[in-house]
């Protein structure tokens, strides 16, 4: 059983930064991709950020040039670095891992963690 544990979520105010991070612990033969999503209250869940196996990454376009996607490959560990942070950046965020075993690929969530972004 793979787990994700999420931190670095909290309450900042506007234009200020956040960093999150997710590490993956348990049996993990291999990560596809790594990334996070949110979802605002009432809204749906979407992707913020993800980053490949080969480094390669994809932003929300509310999101390019102020948001930072990292990962650790030998920590198993995702970063998301949030700067000028606005009041619509506010939701939970969730890590989102691709996990490789054998052919297949499998998805695992974090928990979420908030982020609060106060005007």
């Known amino acids: 059983q793979v787990q994700l544990v999420e931190s670095g979520g909290g309450l900042v105010q506007a234009g200020g930064s956040l960093r999150l991070s997710c590490a993956a612990s348990?049996?993990?033969?291999?990560?596809?991709?790594m990334g996070w999503y949110r979802q605002a209250p009432g809204k749906q869940r979407e992707l913020v950020a993800r980053?490949?196996?080969?480094?390669?990454?994809d932003y929300a376009d509310s999101v390019k040039g102020r948001f930072t996607i990292s990962r650790d490959n030998a920590k198993n560990t995702v970063y998301l670095q949030m700067n000028s942070l606005k009041p619509e950046d506010t939701a939970v965020y969730y890590c989102?891992?691709?996990?490789?075993?054998?052919?297949?690929?499998?998805?695992?969530w974090g928990q979420g963690t908030l982020v609060t972004i106060s005007s």
């Open positions: 348990g049996i993990i033969f291999g990560i596809n991709y």
């Open positions: 989102n891992v691709g996990l490789i075993n054998m052919a297949t690929i499998t998805e695992v």
């Open positions: 980053i490949t196996s080969g480094g390669s990454t």
